[in-house]
């Protein structure tokens, strides 16, 4: 069993920044970013490998958004640039224990969530 803890979110302007965590109790083969606005699908954001530190991105929020890991503490980090009031959702912790990928369905963990909020 992996459990998952997201933090980080809160109330932002447009072109300002905010650092999303989330901590992982268990092994798992990679740790994705997930986001859902209000009327929306879910949709990917990133994702990262653990062994290898592989990443991927959405085209929405390459250039912007950066995951990165830390092995020893078994925890992961979106760290987001230049927010714009379309970031807005809430933002979603997932891990999988085979291979990674953007859909929603290839992950078998998931965190409660984490409100991003971007507006002046």
């Known amino acids: 069993q992996v459990q998952l803890l997201e933090s980080g979110g809160g109330v932002v302007q447009p072109g300002g920044s905010l650092r999303l965590s989330c901590v992982a109790s268990g092994s798992s083969f990679a740790m994705g970013w997930f986001r859902q606005a209000p009327g929306k699908e879910r949709e990917f954001v990133a994702a990262i490998t653990w062994s290898a530190g592989a990443t991927y991105y959405s085209d929405s929020v390459k250039g912007r958004f950066t995951i990165s890991k830390d092995n020893a503490k078994n925890t992961v980090y979106l760290q987001m640039n230049s927010l714009k009031p379309e970031d807005t959702a809430i933002y979603y912790c997932?891990?999988?224990?085979?291979?990674?990928?953007?859909?929603?369905?290839?992950?078998?963990?998931w965190g409660r969530g984490t409100q991003v909020t971007v507006s002046s």
């Open positions: 997932a891990a999988t224990k085979s291979y990674g990928g953007s859909r929603s369905a290839q992950y078998d963990y």
